[in-house]
């Protein structure tokens, strides 16, 4: 089946679909590519990627420098960060967290806290996010915190701003570089967002955090899938750990698949894959050669409303997986 062929009838499944704004593509190893608009989408269009920065800047960064021989992914945290709870040195378990545990989501960490309740000032709110004495679960859980500690790591190591930090090409922090879907009415704000970071604790930290707080087109998420694919994307050894399955349903910086997941249970093995919360996604199937991804703005006007888009992505996945065999 050609692509063309392939995108329209993966498509398909988003064209009812609830959402002011949804982009698609697919992207092969050797570069050829199909993309589908529908909505107020369009080509120059850019998305508040959500979560995909995790897996996109802030794990590439942290194993592009771990290949590198900068940081090692199993030293304590505080090794990156001395002052990392350092009223309580002899007994904080946070200051014992390694990079590889927080890439995995593979800590007691909560998955959300509004850190953004606790004041304006993003300084002061890095020192609360470092000195807090963190609640600890019984259980892993995926978690926001992981990633914004990894990000205060990062901004140590290179004595920048998590907003200035290297991207993949299309790929901005803190801001598109065109014009923006909408996300969502944000009452803390009080406004409509547009063209600024949708999740409150990145807005918070500055316009970006190890989180959250990326922008791409569709042509420019699809750029970096296709790095993956050849991999252009990172050093060989950081493509190696993105890829190598650590926990059940977990790379280093990414998901794998499991009962359940976004991307069906008719991918490859060979597959990672991350979701955002305003709605994007993005699969890597390596066994198949090619890359899809799902960009929507399905949190506008509001979050609070059922728009269908975990069915549609289990559907967009599940129709290029049966359509390209095994």
């Given at each position: 089946m050609d692509l063309e062929t392939l995108a329209t009838g993966a498509f398909a499944h988003a064209l009812d679909a609830p959402i002011d704004a949804i982009a698609f593509g697919i992207v092969t190893r050797d570069g050829t590519r199909a993309t589908r608009y529908a909505g107020t989408a369009r080509p120059e269009l850019w998305f508040d990627l959500a979560s995909l920065t995790k897996p996109l800047v802030t794990a590439r960064e942290i194993l592009v420098r771990a290949a590198d021989g900068a940081l090692d992914l199993d030293a304590p945290l505080s090794v990156l960060i001395p002052d990392l709870r350092q009223y309580d040195i002899a007994h904080a378990w946070e200051r014992r967290l390694t990079p590889r545990a927080l890439l995995a989501h593979d800590t007691p960490l909560p998955p959300v806290v509004p850190i953004y309740t606790y004041g304006t000032d993003p300084r002061t709110l890095r020192a609360w996010v470092l000195q807090h004495e963190w609640p600890h679960r019984d259980t892993a859980a995926y978690s926001d915190i992981n990633y914004i500690l990894l990000g205060l790591a990062l901004e140590r190591l290179t004595g920048r701003p998590f907003a200035d930090l290297p991207t993949p090409d299309a790929i901005a922090l803190a801001g598109p570089r065109g014009p923006c879907a909408l996300t969502e009415y944000?009452?803390?704000?009080?406004?409509?967002?547009?063209?600024?970071?949708?999740?409150?604790?990145?807005?918070?930290?500055?316009?970006?955090?190890?989180?959250?707080?990326?922008?791409?087109?569709?042509?420019?998420?699809?750029?970096?899938?296709?790095?993956?694919?050849?991999?252009?994307?990172?050093?060989?050894?950081?493509?190696?750990?993105?890829?190598?399955?650590?926990?059940?349903?977990?790379?280093?910086?990414?998901?794998?698949?499991?009962?359940?997941?976004?991307?069906?249970?008719?991918?490859?093995?060979?597959?990672?894959?991350?979701?955002?919360?305003?709605?994007?996604?993005?699969?890597?199937?390596?066994?198949?050669?090619?890359?899809?991804?799902?960009?929507?703005?399905?949190?506008?006007?509001?979050?609070?409303?059922?728009?269908?888009?975990?069915?549609?992505?289990?559907?967009?996945?599940?129709?290029?997986?049966r359509a390209t065999g095994t």
């Open positions: 944000c009452h803390w704000r009080e406004r409509m967002l547009c063209g600024e970071v949708h999740d409150e604790n990145a807005a918070a930290l500055g316009g970006a955090a190890g989180h959250a707080g990326a922008f791409g087109t569709l042509d420019g998420v699809l750029d970096a899938a296709g790095a993956i694919l050849t991999g252009e994307f990172a050093p060989a050894r950081a493509i190696a750990w993105m890829r190598e399955i650590v926990r059940p349903g977990r790379t280093l910086g990414w998901e794998a698949p499991s009962p359940g997941w976004s991307g069906s249970e008719l991918c490859s093995p060979a597959t990672i894959g991350h979701l955002g919360f305003t709605g994007t996604g993005l699969w890597v199937d390596f066994d198949r050669g090619l890359a899809w991804t799902l960009l929507t703005n399905r949190v506008h006007p509001t979050r609070h409303r059922e728009t269908g888009i975990a069915l549609l992505r289990r559907a967009i996945s599940a129709e290029i997986c």
